[in-house]
Nanobody
């Protein structure tokens, strides 16, 4: 599977963005999907993950209540709705796929897409 993330950009603090991750090469059905981010000089960190039938979601404490992960298996796309953005959310955001939602959250066997830059100004 190949993953293509989009939707990043520059936004003021308190604003919103929606990231999309489109898959090609195979269906996303039965795959756990997730979003990660990497700020300059920092390690890549988990943001959110979702199971293939959307019954299970996980969020990092830093984004819970502000970000929402969702997926449309018919469109082979995963989304990350980001609200109430903060300057500390500035990072390159990556989508990832793995066999289960637990696996993707733990970065076990992840397939990565290219990143999309999110910049939040204060």
């Amino acid at each position: 599977v190949q993953l293509q993330a989009s939707g990043g950009g520059l936004v003021q603090a308190g604003g919103s963005l929606r990231l999309s991750c489109a898959a090609s090469g195979r269906t996303l059905s039965r795959l756990g999907m997730g979003w990660f981010r990497q700020a300059p000089g920092k390690e890549r960190e988990f943001v959110a993950a979702i199971s293939w039938i959307s019954s299970t979601t996980y969020y990092a404490d830093s984004v819970r209540g502000r970000f929402t992960i969702s997926r449309d298996n018919a469109k082979n796309t995963v989304y990350l709705q980001m609200n109430s953005l903060k300057p500390e959310d500035t990072a390159v955001y990556y989508c990832a796929a793995s066999t289960t939602v637990q696996a993707v959250r733990l970065m076990q066997g992840n397939v990565w897409g290219q990143g999309t830059l999110v910049t939040v100004s204060s």
